[in-house]
């Protein structure tokens, strides 16, 4: 046996596979060979006709009641799915069928020559054209052969000359045909095992393509999925690829585009000369807006050093570029503010000085006289110039609100009467009588109001009406808007304006969001801001078409303020009279009006320009027996020791001392929480008489 003949070989298993894929490849073949066989073997009943006479209905019984009917039911058999099992000893007991009844006939009527091709013919099927195997076609010729011998020495007893002819053609033919099939076998075993080699490699190239294919998905999915836009270009510039972020940053052009897009045709210059470019570039992008772009572009270089392609990441910085222009921005407002804040409370001492004074002018005249109505108006000039000065302390400094007890709906008319003088837009005001009083930062809540009112305005350029409301309202426990359980005001301003989209609603407290092209985006986020810091809520609805409406939150002081409020007074007067105050201050003019004001609501007077001094007063009033009942303390003292500073000292010494808090920097942190530094009130400059009576009245009965 050769090497070849030992290489196809076949094991077990692979013999039934070779077998059935022989079957299978070859089932169309086979099943056109038994048609034509049946065809001709029927066609040969013409022979019979003419040639038996006697055993003409012998001859046609075999054809037509035999072997013809053994073949049609094979051919129904080949469209059985399990066929290939049995398909080559089905075919050998077709075959033999078929040449044993020839072989019969020949027995029956051997001068019929035509019948020996007819045998030659069975004989060719079974070894060349029907898929039999070398053993099962030569079992089937041999068995033929067996069968034509046994027959025609059964018939006639022995085999003659003729006999033996026939049977030395027979051999011969089967010996040709078994040759020839084996030879057939063996080319189809090599296709067979060649074809299963190539399905192997194929499968392997298959598996390899796809993890490639899944490698390449995954690296593609990751570029994809990155914020940063990915353009690829091939040396001649033409562009090969690009991610879903490029499309939505930069305009897109088709894939592959032999024009290179403008904004990179220089940068591609640069690196096909070897150098990578890095640097930032202006865009627009699908809807038109300007982008500002960090571009990084590196050249791909193939084995041999050339350039297979440049690889080109595009990041969009144009928030962060915002971003520094805003911090850049804010450190300039920085600066300004430190400004502001020293000018604001220079300018709230001074202001103390002449609200003090004007307050304490009216005291002697009655309100027919001639002068009192400009006093009342300079009063009034003041207190706005006094707003002003707490807007520069609020855009100087920010922080925690200044509270003191204020009307809400004298801030909403106000800011209704500032914002909408002039305009085209009609404000509908519907407040309840019995509104509560809160405790709030008037200079932050008219901000509030007035950017409300400001966006309802600018949402009605061509005019309409702005719904202003306001009711008491009492929330439970685990309301809807997480808010403490209590007594509430309910703020309600509507308009009927355009309306805000659904996705700029959701963004609309948001820090530098706006939709206006000249806005900063911080109007409604400080307002948010404001409204949190006063333990309030504010929500928004819209809808576009019909307008906006905010709704707002505050605490409020309920029937508490009603009771509190008609007390001061008598509460007051009986504090009065007999006590001594400290005024610590180190503007002789703010010393001045205070001595004149507490010495007319009876109290007497004690001055000093700083806190080493309030100390040391504070201590003496002790040791003599007749403590101050109340220190009015400013908090900052240039140069010496401040209001903080000297509260500690005093408080050492006597832990129960009536300690209020007053500075032009109305903003202090001390100044909201003056509490937390041992002070039991605060007084923001500048103040006037009544104020000042306010305050010592609500203290000193407490005490």
Known sequence: MTGRDKALRLSPEDKRAYTADRIRSGLNQIRLTFVVFIFLYGLFAIFDLLLVGEYLSTFLFIRFGIVIPLMILFIALTFHPSFHKIAQPLMVLCCVAGGAGIAFMLIIYPENFSYYGGIFMVILAGYFLIKLDTPHALLGGLFTLFL????????????????LMVVVFFLGANLIGALGNYQMDRIGKANFLQ????????????????EQNRELLQIEKAIDSTSDAVVIFNPQGVATYCNAAYKLLVRPFSFPDTRVPQLFEDILANVLKGESW??????????????????????????????????????????????????????????????????????????????????????????????????AEAEKASVRAGELAHQLLTFARGGEPIKKVVAPQHLVKE??????????VKAIVDIDDLIHAIEADEGQLSQVFNNIIINATQAMPGGGTLMVTAVNETLAENNALSLPPGTYIRLTFADQGCGISNDDLKRIFDPYFTTKSAGNGLGLASVHSIINRHGGHIGVSSEIGKGTTFKIFLPSLGDIYTKFQTGIATQATGAQKGGSILVMDDEEMIRDIASSILTHL???????????????????????????????????????????????????????ACLIASSGYSNDLIMSNHQEYGFSRAIAKPYNIHEVEQVLGSLLTLN
């Not at 709230?348 to 002449?354: G, K, M, R």
């Not at 800011?415 to 085209?424: F, Q």
Request: some cysteine.
């Open 415 to 424: 800011a209704i009467s500032l914002v909408l003088r002039g305009s085209n």
């Open 195 to 210: 074809k299963r080699e190539i399905h192997r490699q194929n499968e392997q190239l298959q598996d390899r393509v796809r």
């Open 278 to 375: 890095k640097g930032e570039r202006t865009v627009s992008d699908e809807m038109g807006v300007m982008k500002v772009l960090l571009i990084q572009a590196d050249a791909v270089h193939e084995e041999n050093g050339n350039i297979a392609g440049i690889v080109t990441t595009c990041r969009d910085i144009t928030e962060r570029k915002e971003h520094e222009k805003e911090q850049l921005k804010n450190e300039k407002l920085g600066s300004l503010g430190i400004l502001a804040g020293g000018i604001a409370h220079d300018f709230n001492n001074i202001l103390t000085a002449i609200m003090g004074n004007i307050s304490f002018a009216k005291v002697f005249l009655d309100s027919t006289h001639k002068s009192y109505t400009p006093l």
């Open 602 to 656: 009876g109290f007497k007077v004690t001055t000093c320009a700083d806190g080493d001094e309030a100390v040391e007063l504070y201590k003496n009033s002790i040791e003599s027996g007749i403590p101050f009942l109340a220190v009015i303390m400013d908090l900052t003292i240039p140069g010496g020791l401040g209001g903080k500073e000297a509260a500690e000292k005093i408080l050492t010494v006597s832990p129960k």
């Open 148 to 163: 034509y011998v046994a027959g025609y020495a059964w018939h006639y007893g022995m085999l003659n000359m003729e006999a």
